[in-house]
């Protein structure tokens, strides 16, 4: 009789444990499901970028065979007898994925992508008035963090993102000797000034981009108050980027360098670059770069507290 009621309770707890659990995912689908859907294309993305890099490989092993073929046949002494291509290690062929693939290009899309996962449920809380009604059961300032916090964690993005890129590089290529790679090609796709400290390498490319893409949804959230459009919202919030891009690296960074020459040999105009963050080309080092970054995140930050800070001001925008 026991074991009866045993079996019956395991079965209960089995069948109500699997009701909370889907629940709790289908809600989790639910809220993040632009997000995923955002993640799912980069990482297609990611996919396509690699079999095209082992499709070009293989393309040019065979052209090698087909030249070392035709050399031996017509018993050809050449001067130049060409290498056997290798294929790059991880961390340069990360590099060569961000930096000179097609896939390139995702320094320019991907600030678009954050500011729409990290805008969307904000901008559709304020603009339906449900924001209003969250700040009946909560105080305003509680729910209002509560709200920023949720856009930010749209940053996870760029770990997710780079995790599974460096992954896929391993997988591809199965080697992290960096330096057999610089030695055939005879340069390095990352600063050789980083070559005896990669890992530390990577975790401040990964903190600092997590940084500048805070700084992406504090932009969107900033601009967001004003417009009654989510697209305008984005697009106002990517020339806002831009131009926020074009002051730190053309007018403070060369300004600077004119009023004092000697910082150019520093590359401080490289340095402030936005788009410098997705590889550190002539950049002065790595905790000027996590400086900088985390500037440009407290300082929006800061902007988003003075924009949303009075609370009469929200709530009238939200009732236009």
């Known amino acids: 009789m026991l074991y009866v009621v045993c079996c019956i309770l395991n079965n209960y707890i089995h069948i109500l444990a699997t009701i909370f659990l889907g629940g709790i995912m289908k809600i989790f689908l639910k809220k993040?499901?632009?997000?995923?859907?955002?993640?799912?294309?980069?990482?297609?993305?990611?996919?396509?970028?690699?079999?095209?890099?082992?499709?070009?490989?293989?393309?040019?092993?065979?052209?090698y065979n087909r030249v070392m073929e035709y050399l031996d046949k017509n018993s050809i002494n050449s001067p130049i007898i060409p290498k056997k291509p290798i294929m790059y290690d991880t961390y340069s062929l990360f590099s060569y994925i961000i930096v000179d693939s097609p896939f390139a290009i995702i320094m320019y899309v991907m600030p678009f992508i954050i500011m729409l996962c990290g805008i969307y449920s904000f901008y559709?809380?304020?603009?339906?008035?449900?924001?209003?009604?969250?700040?009946?059961?909560?105080?305003?300032?509680?729910?209002?963090?509560?709200?920023?916090?949720?856009?930010?964690?749209?940053?996870?993005?760029?770990?997710?993102?780079i995790i599974v890129l460096f992954a896929g590089c391993y997988i591809t290529t199965r080697s992290f000797d960096i330096n057999k790679t610089i030695e055939f090609y005879d340069?390095?796709?990352?600063?050789?000034?980083?070559?005896?400290?990669?890992?530390?390498?990577f975790i401040t490319y990964t903190i600092n981009l997590i940084f500048l893409a805070i700084f992406?949804?504090?932009?969107?959230?900033?601009?967001?108050?004003?417009?009654?459009?989510?697209?305008?919202?984005?697009?106002?919030?990517?020339?806002?980027?831009?131009?926020?891009?074009?002051?730190?690296e053309v007018v403070v960074g060369k300004g600077l360098e004119k009023i004092f020459p000697i910082l150019k040999s520093y590359n401080l105009c490289n340095s402030l670059s936005i788009f410098n963050f997705w590889v550190y080309d002539n950049v002065m080092?790595?905790?000027f770069m996590t400086l900088f970054a985390f500037l440009l995140f407290f300082v929006s930050t800061l902007i988003v507290i003075l924009k949303y800070r009075n609370k009469e001001s929200v709530i009238i925008e939200i009732d236009k």
Request: hydrophobic residues 45%.
């Open 216 to 248: 992406y949804i504090n932009i969107s959230i900033i601009t967001a108050k004003k417009n009654s459009n989510l697209f305008v919202t984005l697009v106002q919030s990517y020339l806002i980027f831009i131009i926020v891009g074009i002051i730190t």
């Open 285 to 287: 080092n790595l905790s």
């Open 124 to 161: 559709s809380k304020i603009k339906t008035g449900y924001f209003k009604d969250e700040c009946m059961r909560r105080n305003y300032k509680k729910n209002l963090i509560v709200n920023i916090f949720d856009s930010w964690k749209n940053a996870i993005i760029i770990p997710i993102f």
């Open 187 to 201: 340069y390095s796709l990352i600063n050789r000034q980083y070559l005896d400290k990669l890992p530390t390498y």
């Open 32 to 63: 993040n499901k632009l997000l995923l859907i955002c993640l799912l294309l980069l990482l297609s993305c990611v996919i396509l970028s690699l079999v095209k890099y082992k499709i070009d490989f293989n393309h040019s092993i065979d052209e």
